[in-house]
């Protein structure tokens, strides 16, 4: 069923959107670049207006992303998941998803270096957790291994003990021995980058006491 434009407006607090309003109701919001082509008493038919009401749902679903990936990269999976979860359909996902691949702000092997590269920095893991955590987020198997093959799990374990190791100064071996081991483990680390690890602390430990 055909219908007539009789009020285009533009949004308050949106000015880049305008709304539409058809037979003197409200239908949708679209933007400045889509409001160009309508004119108050123009006529629409219905494929005109499912492809309107297409365009204003998948500019929503792209600004939803846009503020998703203002706090930090997000994986690809992630950002589907998310649109999905706000009720975008199928096709307005997709959509933003291509547009946003073209634009590159989602990059699956980018966020994976970044992922590692935060990581290594701030919340030092073993290749095997960081890998675990790529895979939630949806990463494919082999741009894991290409993000985790530069990661070395002695620097790593290293890595993670610097601030820890400060406060277990003066225990005795057995007891530090156990807190880097118990420690290690919840990053994923194995058995025998702990004992390494607890071995390097101890000696240095050793090292510093008797200066």
């Not at 219908?3 to 949004?11: E, S």
């Not at 895979?135 to 530069?150: L, P, S, W």
Request: aromatic fraction near 10%; proline fraction near 2%; charge should be neutral.
């Amino acid at each position: 069923m055909a219908k007539t434009v009789t009020a285009l407006l533009r949004q308050t607090h949106s000015p880049d959107r305008v709304n539409v309003f058809l037979d003197g109701t409200f239908a949708f919001g679209v933007t400045l670049e889509a409001a160009a082509h309508l004119y108050s008493g123009q006529t629409l038919d219905e494929a005109e207006i499912a492809a309107l009401c297409a365009q204003a749902a998948a500019d929503k679903a792209y600004q939803a992303a846009l503020h998703f990936l203002a706090g930090r990269p997000r994986s690809r999976s992630e950002l589907e998941r998310r649109l999905a979860a706000r009720g975008y359909g199928v096709e307005a996902v997709a959509e933003v998803l291509a547009r946003l691949e073209q634009q590159a702000y989602v990059d699956d092997g980018a966020f994976a270096a970044f992922w590692v590269e935060n990581r290594s920095r701030f919340r030092p893991r073993s290749a095997a957790a960081v890998a675990y955590e790529l895979r939630q987020k949806g990463v494919d198997n082999e741009t894991i291994r290409a993000a985790v093959a530069e990661v070395d799990d002695a620097e790593s374990a290293w890595a993670a003990l610097e601030r820890p190791l400060a406060r277990w100064q003066g225990l005795d071996r057995p007891m530090l021995e156990k807190k880097i081991f118990d420690y290690l483990a919840r990053r994923g680390f194995g058995l025998d980058i702990a004992r390494r690890s607890a071995r390097r602390a101890w000696e240095e430990q050793q090292n510093r006491d008797g200066q």
